[in-house]
């Protein structure tokens, strides 16, 4: 896999489309949804949408090798908590979905990042067993 790949990204997106889609939602794939903290853009992999019109946000991180996915789970816990807060209320809840089987601090940032970087108001992190199981029950 080379620097950049996002292969790996597309796949997982794959995994939990279909979870969503039978737990009633429509899906959106890589929507940009304004600009991030940093004044970059914003691409989201994923917006579902209820049968009330109520719209969830959800970011795919995979770590299949050593790499940097871990690093990158609080600053995106904090681009996706600015993007519901300004959406003025468009999105209802952020979703950080972290898949694959080399993570060293998932059990971590699942029970412990609130410590930190209180976000659980508007971002839930989960497996991606967890939330394909909340997916596919209609419970985002």
Not at 27 to 48: E, P, S
Not at 70 to 94: M, N, T, W
Not at 134 to 140: D, E, H, I, M, P
Request: aromatic content about 8%; hydrophobic content about 40%.
């Amino acid at each position: 896999m080379s620097l950049g790949d996002t292969r790996t990204g597309r796949v997982l997106e794959t995994m939990i489309i279909p979870s969503l889609n039978l737990g009633g939602y429509q899906t959106q794939a890589q929507i940009n949804i304004g600009l991030r903290v940093t004044g970059k853009r914003h691409i989201v992999d994923v917006i579902a949408q209820d049968t009330q019109q109520r719209q969830y946000l959800v970011s795919l991180k995979w770590q299949q090798v050593s790499g940097t996915a871990e690093q990158k789970v609080p600053f995106e816990v904090i681009c996706l908590v600015d993007a519901i807060k300004r959406s003025q209320s468009i999105y209802r809840h952020g979703y950080l979905v972290l898949g694959g089987d080399r993570w060293t601090l998932r059990d971590f940032y699942i029970q412990n990042l609130e410590i930190y970087l209180p976000h659980r108001q508007y971002v839930t992190i989960l497996t991606l067993e967890a939330f394909v199981a909340k997916a596919n029950r209609g419970q985002l």
